[in-house]
């Protein structure tokens, strides 16, 4: 299996990146080091800056399949971190605000938020189990401290996303200050950008978001062919807008929230099987599959300490939370407010390509072969594909 691999915010990470293309569209805040492999300094010499996130492209899918990808591998600069937990709750949330999820909070995609005494998944907004109590839309300012990143910038600013999102509540709050267009295919997301890139002579910073790959992968697997024709359809237009934007003086950055590993039924733990230790949580698991926050009251812990010692050893790591933080898998100081609340009091980090779940009554139980949140150098490591042209 894959080494297993940290975030590294010090200047080789996605939060850094975000530092880097801040800082040369105006910004004046420096939270963290710049991309040490791209400073601002760089970036600051085109007049337009594109970011194209292509969800779940790790390091080592376009590492495997380079006959499927020969335009990304040709401008291919190196590679970066992703945040902890590698996954789009958290890695698209730095890359919509440029905070490391130290400073964000959203750590996962089902999050137990003490604001409204709910378990929520954080992008749809949607409760986990119960009703609806508020609106999703009114739901960001009551869960949502920081700015977007477009807030920042000195430049007009652009998110380009799929129709089925681009207004969603989550979308539209880390979008302020940005305007945005909706695309409803690849070829129309490609049409966009160059429209945006060739109409104005005025500087424009341009997110875009492609979240495909990520779906094949998670449904058939990583190396699987739906995934790789993903990975060539989204390559071969790439070429072609690269074509059609030459002499435009932009950079074109292309890179990844997360990687991916394949995790098969056999390597899948199911609370349903293990009784005993759901009795000892306060909640149903939260987090990922592949990083998981339980929350334990204070007298059940050393019985919740010992179960897991004793019959997930060989699957699970087992760490107190609070000794994450502090260790800053999370990101540097100073952390959210709300941050120790969110990861509950034990976080289950899953080794190899273990993966644990657990099923609420009335949910629809469905299979996912491939995988992400982890710290496996698979999950964590992605692309920086980048040009001036």
Known sequence: ???TLLPDYCGGSIVNLMQSIATACGSTLARYPQLATLPAATLSRARHVVLLVIDGLGQRTLARHMAASPHLHQHLL?????VFPSTTASAITAMMTGLAPAQHALTGWHMHLDEIDQTLAILPLLPRMGPVRLPANELPPRLFEHASLFQE????????APQNIVGSAFNAWHSRAAQTRAYGSLDEMFACLGELL???AIPRYIYAYYPDLDSYSHHYGTDSRQAVHTLAAFDDLFGDFLRRVRGSRSWVLVTADHGFIDSPPRRVISLDDHPQLGDLLLRPLCGERRVAY???APDKRPAFEAYVRRHLARAAH???????I???WFGPPPYHPRLSSRVGDYTLVMKDNWTIKDWLPGEKHFAMLGVHGGIS???MRVPLVGLLA
Request: charged share 20%; hydrophobic share 35%; net charge negative.
């Open 198 to 200: 060739q109409e104005t």
């Open 318 to 324: 087992l760490y107190a939370s609070d000794r994450l």
């Open 78 to 82: 190196g590679s970066m971190t992703s």
């Open 294 to 296: 339980c929350y334990v």
């Open 153 to 160: 910038l000195d430049r007009e600013s652009w998110v380009v």
């Open 326 to 328: 502090a260790a800053g």
């Open 377 to 379: 150098a698979s999950e």
């Open 1 to 3: 299996m894959s080494t």
